[in-house]
């Protein structure tokens, strides 16, 4: 019985509890299509589905790698705002939801910003994390936008930004909303000094974020079925109660109707902004 017990129930449970773990983070379910892929594939092309070409969320570090020459660039310090200067509370205090995202997605807030070469072109790039609290703008964001302008300024280069953003930060309250023209002036800055300011909208871009510096780009992009608006589909059909139009407030929907200039698939993103910038800058002559 002590030979049973002590050797081969063991033995027989650790054979059992090998065969039962499965890593949870091998896949991953496509919220276009429901599709199981394989998350080391997925990951591979950026986050886009290969069966219906959704394009998933993504955070800074990804873009920096996939559009910087060799994925090399520099990171670009920001200013750290005061935290909690409202001493904010809901369900929580909002210091520990700040800690909460920052251990869950291992930056410090809701905007990276870097500096490196596309092709032959210097260029600061800009980009929101939505994994960060839904990419609100709070004062880090406004920040980080700003010190982006500043430094592409100083270089005499172009400013691309990246946007998602589910709004201003509630937590911050007026301070929030004070990022709004903050960030106004510094994309006017970037203008006076006679550089090009390019915006790519990615899902989704809404709120505070669009009635700014979202949509003040020389040119405007967009990735495919991007959800680009002020208040979200669901607001404005309780509020008019009619119908919307299919696709409205989507990419597709707002380069029909003249918001954007283009739809760019994120594979394409990268010769894109190199041409685009290099016109721009008269680094490439147009055909």
């Not at 559009?67 to 205090?93: A, H, M, S, T, V």
């Not at 092709?119 to 994994?131: D, E, S, Y």
């Not at 006076?192 to 709120?207: F, W």
């Not at 607001?235 to 989507?250: A, S, W």
């Amino acid at each position: 019985m002590n030979w049973i017990t002590n050797f081969v129930r063991p033995k027989v449970r650790a054979v059992l509890e090998k065969k039962n773990e499965a890593p949870d983070n091998l896949w991953h379910k496509c919220p276009g299509c429901g599709q199981l892929l394989y998350l080391k594939d997925y990951l591979k092309v950026q986050s886009i589905c290969p069966n219906c070409d959704f394009h998933g969320r993504i955070d800074p570090e990804m873009r920096f790698k996939h559009l910087f020459n060799k994925g090399e660039y520099d990171l670009i310090d920001l200013p750290k705002p005061l935290e909690d200067p409202l001493k904010f509370k809901d369900q929580k205090k909002y210091t520990d939801r700040l800690k909460t995202a920052r251990a869950a997605s291992k930056f410090n807030d809701a905007i990276s910003v870097a500096f490196g070469k596309m092709g032959n072109i210097k260029t600061v790039i800009a980009v929101q994390n939505f994994l960060f609290m839904g990419g609100s703008m709070g004062m880090a964001v406004g920040n980080g936008i700003i010190a982006a302008a500043e430094h592409a300024v100083t270089k005499k280069v172009p400013l691309v930004l990246f946007t998602a953003a589910g709004g201003a930060r509630m937590q911050e309250g007026i301070l929030s909303l004070m990022q709004m023209p903050r960030t106004t002036v510094a994309v006017e800055m970037v203008k006076d000094a006679g550089l090009p300011y390019v915006v790519v909208l990615t899902d989704p871009t809404t709120g505070g974020v669009t009635a700014s510096y979202a949509m003040l780009g020389d040119v405007q992009i967009a990735e495919p079925n991007a959800l680009i608006c002020f208040a979200g589909p669901r607001v404005i059909k309780d509020t008019i109660r009619e119908e919307l139009p299919e696709g409205f407030q989507r990419s597709e929907y707002l380069l029909e109707h003249g918001m954007i200039d283009m739809i760019v698939h994120r594979l394409e993103m990268r010769n894109t902004l190199i041409q685009l910038l290099g016109l721009l800058t008269k680094q490439v002559k147009a055909a």
